[in-house]
């Protein structure tokens, strides 16, 4: 088989539609990116109609994107009843930040020989020249930090385990957009991506790899309590939480 054949072959094995240009790659970007952004939230009808319009496309492709985003985690889809944001299970939030945590925790182990000093220099710069005092830039912050995710997972020299922390990106970045609404867990997590940048510049693979378990720990933490307490908040935004069996 071909590189060419090769790629389409991997693209597909990641559920992203084969040509990029095609139009159901077009519905699918869309769709995910408003799910993603909490522009549509838990619970949430997916409005294909208005997809179908605002992109011009017929329904079919709407329909194999809807489909897809399903098959990852993202729409319920129910018979008779329509087409949903899938709801925010907290049994599969802290599962997915169990399972993150001891993968990236192992990945920063093997990072630490791999890294070279001048890119974690750059790195803690960085993260020291951000604001974290007064009227902060939590998305500044944040997406420093996820400059040490990253780093983490492009230098642990394992691309079988790289891409396994890949795959569940898309859910992090949903749940990211929710803990940027939580000052306290913006600061708390700057602080810890500075921890584990000083680990990795020690080359102390050990204490690097703790320091990735507590952060997604706490992380983890910092989201539930969140979630559960606006749920119950008539005056929050709406949220629907379920809880798993």
Known sequence: MGAHGTRRNAKRARGIPAEAGSRTALAYRAIKEEILGNVLHAGDAVPMERFVRELRLSRTPVREAILQLSKEGFIDVRPRMGTFVSHL????????????????????????????????????????????????????????????????????????????????????????KLSLQIPEK??????????????????????????VHRHHQHAAQYLLESLLRRSSDADGPRLTVAVGD
Request: with cysteine.
């Open 89 to 176: 299970d907290l049994r599969q939030i802290q599962e997915m930040y169990e399972v993150r945590s001891l993968i990236e925790g192992h990945a920063a182990r093997l990072a630490t020989e791999l890294i070279p000093p001048q890119t974690l220099a750059a790195l803690e710069d960085e993260l020291r020249a951000q604001k974290t005092e007064g009227e902060i830039d939590a998305k500044a912050i944040s997406e420093a930090g996820q400059n040490v995710h990253r780093l983490v997972v492009n230098c642990c020299g394992n691309r079988v385990l790289a891409q396994m922390i890949l795959s569940l990106q898309d859910h992090f970045t949903r749940f990211r």
């Open 186 to 211: 913006t600061l708390s997590s700057h602080r810890e991506h500075l921890e584990i940048v000083a680990a990795l510049k020690c080359g102390d693979g050990g204490l690097a790899e703790l320091l």
